[in-house]
Nanobody, 125 residues
Framework: QVQLVESGGGLVQAGGSLRLSCAAS????????MGWFRQAPGKEREFVAA????????YYADSVQGRATISRDNAKNTVYLQMNSLRPEDTAVYYC??????????????????WGQGTQVTVSS
């Protein structure tokens, strides 16, 4: 079992930045990959970024490439998502998720067995 708790969301103006955090507990954090997803009102959940167990390998959706950085601190059992140059279309509930079946990153939401409750990010124009 893995428990995930996100934080760091909020209201920000377009062009601003936010850093989301996700604290994990339960299984050994460094043994599995982590990902961030988001869901905007009326839209399906979509992949944002993923990171391998050691943090060496990362993967991003085209929509955030160059504006987002995913990282993890295995000593703190925490994964982060730094978002810069935010746009109104980035408005969504952001979820972190754990893929305990693999140490390698993935953009496939079906791979992720554990999810946080989500944190709201709202970008005003």
């Amino acid at each position: 079992q893995v428990q995930l708790v996100e934080s760091g969301g909020g209201l920000v103006q377009a062009g601003g930045s936010l850093r989301l955090s996700c604290a994990a507990s339960g299984r050994t954090f460094r043994s599995y990959a982590m990902g961030w997803f988001r869901q905007a009102p009326g839209k399906e959940r979509e992949f944002v970024a993923a990171i391998s167990w050691g943090g060496r390998n990362t993967y991003y959706a085209d929509s955030v490439q160059g504006r987002a950085t995913i990282s993890r601190d295995n000593a703190k059992n925490t994964v982060y998502l730094q978002m810069n140059s935010l746009r109104p279309e980035d408005t969504a509930v952001y979820y972190c998720a754990a893929d305990v079946s693999s140490r390698v990153y993935s953009g496939d939401s079906a791979r992720y067995a554990y999810w946080g409750q989500g944190t709201q990010v709202t970008v005003s124009s």
